[in-house]
């Protein structure tokens, strides 16, 4: 039964330090995506990629925020410098194409002092 | 901007009882609506979907309806069970870019 995996599951950082999360999407799915989700925004858009190109990012505040796809089975997602309104669960989730089910992650719990 | 706008918030019914969570959408290109359940602490998960060439589509307990032409869609829970209790999402997707719903909360009380 094929997943996709996140790390690390929880993340507690200072205020002002680099945050890298990774996620490896499900062998064969061509579309990746970012999330985030606090208690009161449901589940926010940050970016996605198809075929390991950005294909939307606007969600992402670009100032400290960049995702990148190295290779296929690797999505990363960093803050630098990471602040406390940050703090939330991000899920990273796989697919094929934008029109079909989205497999998402165990997501990365971040909590930001 | 596109935007898809799920009601209510929160729905509380008793065990047994039927719920229903209703979303509209602004994108009239949208052809696929996807469901999700995400259970406390839990991953999003796909609980039932529907293209916009069906009007009503059905999975035991729970089920779907599109109308196209007014540009909304509904979940229906029938004999609600404790454990349907958990956050939905609806999506609408044209294809290109996929958006979610603020999320209904459901507690299903015992």
């Known amino acids: 039964d094929a997943r996709v995996t996140q790390t690390p599951r929880d993340k507690v950082t200072e205020m002002g330090q680099e945050v890298t999360m990774r996620c490896q999407p499900i062998?064969?799915?061509?579309?990746v995506f970012w999330y985030r989700q606090t208690m009161m925004q449901g589940l926010e858009l940050l970016a996605y990629?198809?075929?390991?190109?950005?294909?939307?990012d606007s969600g992402m505040p670009k100032d400290r925020f960049s995702a990148e796809m190295p290779d296929a089975t690797l999505a990363t997602l960093k803050i630098q410098p990471s602040e406390p309104r940050d703090s939330a669960v991000y899920f990273c989730a796989s697919g094929l194409g934008t029109g079909n089910e989205q497999f998402f992650g165990p997501g990365t719990r971040l909590t930001v002092l | 901007g596109e935007n898809v706008e799920q009601h209510p918030s929160t729905l509380s019914v008793q065990e047994g009882d039927s719920a229903v969570i209703k979303c509209t959408y602004s994108d009239s290109a949208s052809n696929y609506f996807p469901w999700y359940k995400q259970e406390l602490g839990k991953r999003p998960q796909l609980i039932i979907d529907i293209r916009s060439n069906v009007g009503e589509k059905k999975d035991q307990r729970i089920a779907v309806t599109l109308n196209k032409t007014a540009k909304h869609f509904s979940l229906h829970i029938t004999e609600t069970q404790p454990e349907d209790s958990a956050v939905y999402f609806c999506a609408a997707s044209n294809g290109f870019k996929t958006i979610f719903g603020a999320g209904t909360r459901l507690f299903v009380k015992a």
């Open positions: 062998l064969g799915h061509n579309t």
């Open positions: 990629f198809r075929n390991r190109a950005p294909l939307d």
